[in-house]
């Protein structure tokens, strides 16, 4: 019995980190719309909170993984990777996308990864998935044709599209190199991964910005916030600091918590915090029909995520069943 309310304890636990981890993700977006109003470019954005979310991210690993250094070198190649395309891509793919879109329609875009995701999988194992997974995915794409008004005759950017998709591919590479990492593949702990990559994507953004690929325009201009008139440095501390390395340190306590695909789950309100985030800090606003498809997207992806929650692993380690090896990861993550 006791062991029962030890492991609700747990889990409930793990719930609000994640929760608060969605939330915190959620800022992201409003934020760097404050900066890009304010005359900003999507890659100066995507600099200063990166390069702000590593340092305070490399002190917590410091602390909570020393050694996380000559680790992130064993591993450069994939720590590399992942900072270019999963950290860097997105994140700037996603910040274009803000400066054609509104906040939540490139959240909604860039969030059909799972998608993507089981699309891949179902691609490279030639294994047709659950019907509860392909339902979820129909419902998904139902509802995103609700959040683009794609039957109201109204006109949106293309390029904001183009960008949104872009951001979603890039997440789906996320999705699949830290599955990876929490499974132990490339003995690489998720903390050290997440440092690493974010220190290579604030280089790789400001690199591209320095030679002229990607427009690197910082302004000290004053941006507006809820209405208010502050100074720059405000949105800019809390990208770092909120949405960047509180929003990932608290992911990575909720995963090693609570089964990381259901980690994932909770993980889609960041959908949800995002709009109502919008909706305080910069004065968005969504149709009612737009929030009815945000409400069917959300619906769609969990029942695709309980789909795939439900079809057999074929990463587990010899000898322990699916349960087992989540155990397994989360022990290691301890």
Known sequence: ???VQAAVGTFRLGLVFAIASAAAFGMSGPLAKSLLEAGWSPAAAVTA?????????????????????REAVR??????VYGVIPVAGTQLAYYYAVSYLSVGVALLLEYTAPILVVGWLWLIHRRTPPGLTLAGTALAVAGMTLVLDAFSGAHFEVAGLAWGLAAAVCAACYFLMSDRAGAGADDLHPVTLATGGLLVGAAT??????????PLTFTTDD????????????????????????????????IALLR???????GLSEVMF???????????????AQAVGGLIVLVGLALARQGDRRAPETAAAPGLTADDDTDRRVAEIH
Do not use: C, K, Q
């Open 1 to 3: 019995m006791a062991r």
């Open 49 to 69: 909170r990166l390069a702000g979310g590593a340092l305070v991210l490399a002190v917590f690993a410091t602390l909570f993984r020393p050694g996380w250094v």
């Open 75 to 80: 591993h450069r190649r994939t720590v590399v």
């Open 205 to 214: 953004v400001a690199a591209a910005g320095a030679v002229g690929i990607t």
């Open 223 to 254: 941006t507006v916030i809820a209405g208010v008139t502050t100074s720059w440095l405000v949105p800019v501390l809390g990208l770092g600091v909120i949405a960047t390395a509180t929003a990932y340190t608290l992911g990575i306590i909720g």
């Open 260 to 266: 990381p695909r259901f980690a994932a789950l909770v």
């Open 274 to 288: 995002a709009v109502v985030a919008a909706w305080l800090l910069v004065g968005e606003t969504v149709t009612p």
